[in-house]
T-cell receptor, first 112, second 115 residues
Framework: DAGITQSPRHKVTETGTPVTLRCHQT?????MYWYRQDPGHGLRLIHY???????DKGEVSDGYSVSRSKTEDFLLTLESATSSQTSVYFC???????????FGAGTRLSVL | GENVEQHPSTLSVQEGDSAVIKCTYS??????FPWYKQELGKRPQLIID?????GEKKDQRIAVTLNKTAKHFSLHITETQPEDSAVYFC??????????????FGKGTKLSVKP
């Protein structure tokens, strides 16, 4: 599965607490993405990265920030989690824009 | 920006029948159209993709067709089997020049194949 590891796989947290999700890849892929998946909405892009320290916003970026200090790691941070951020979060990587995206196993986040 | 609509949202077929899922896109410049399958509790996985210079692509029981004029593309699964039961997502992206080629996904179709 393209060597993509997401951690943690499950997390329960309280409203207002900070949360960081990690995506680690061993494929040396240049592009990395964070999506959230909610019933009835499919996969929606939160943020993406096209290189180390190069990131940009996606469709649903409010309340989220990202960082990419090295090729293999892409971090998604919820500075102050809200119940609306309860979701399943997927990381994906690809060698180049328009190439096949490979997905991690996902992180199920519950904000109580 | 690009918008992708997918129909139907649910589809139930008998084993052995064919299944067709349709997607429309809004940006006529989009040129890459992948299909992903997601089994319950699993990650999305690519099953087939097509680029705008091709009208049809087949891989065993799966085929994708693209109509650029009408801006729609379809997934065809023949001789369906129970293991085809999953949620299927279409997507579209624009890949040239300065475009980052981000995928825009449809909302998914839940396919159920009854034995």
């Amino acid at each position: 599965d393209a060597g993509i590891t997401q951690s943690p796989r499950h997390k329960v947290t309280e409203t207002g607490t900070p949360v960081t999700l990690r995506c680690h890849q061993t494929e040396n892929h240049r592009y990395m993405y964070w999506y959230r998946q909610d019933p009835g909405h499919g996969l929606r892009l939160i943020h993406y990265s096209y290189g180390v320290k190069d990131t940009d916003k996606g469709e649903v970026s409010d309340g989220y920030s990202v960082s990419r200090s090295k090729t293999e790691d892409f971090l998604l941070t919820l500075e102050s989690a809200t119940s609306s951020q309860t979701s399943v979060y997927f990381c994906a990587t690809t060698t180049g824009a328009g190439d096949i995206q490979y997905f991690g196993a996902g992180t199920r986040l519950s904000v109580l | 920006g690009e918008n992708v609509e997918q129909h139907p949202s649910t589809l139930s077929v008998q084993e052995g029948d064919s299944a067709v899922i349709k997607c429309t896109y809004s940006d006529s410049a989009s040129n890459y159209f992948p299909w992903y399958k997601q089994e319950l509790g699993k990650r999305p996985q690519l099953i087939i993709d097509i680029r705008s210079n091709v009208g049809e692509k087949k891989d065993q029981r799966i085929a994708v067709t693209l109509n650029k004029t009408a801006k729609h593309f379809s997934l065809h699964i023949t001789e369906t089997q129970p293991e085809d039961s999953a949620v299927y997502f279409c997507a579209a992206s624009l890949n040239y020049g300065g475009s980052q080629g981000n995928l825009i996904f449809g909302k998914g179709t839940k396919l159920s194949v009854k034995p």
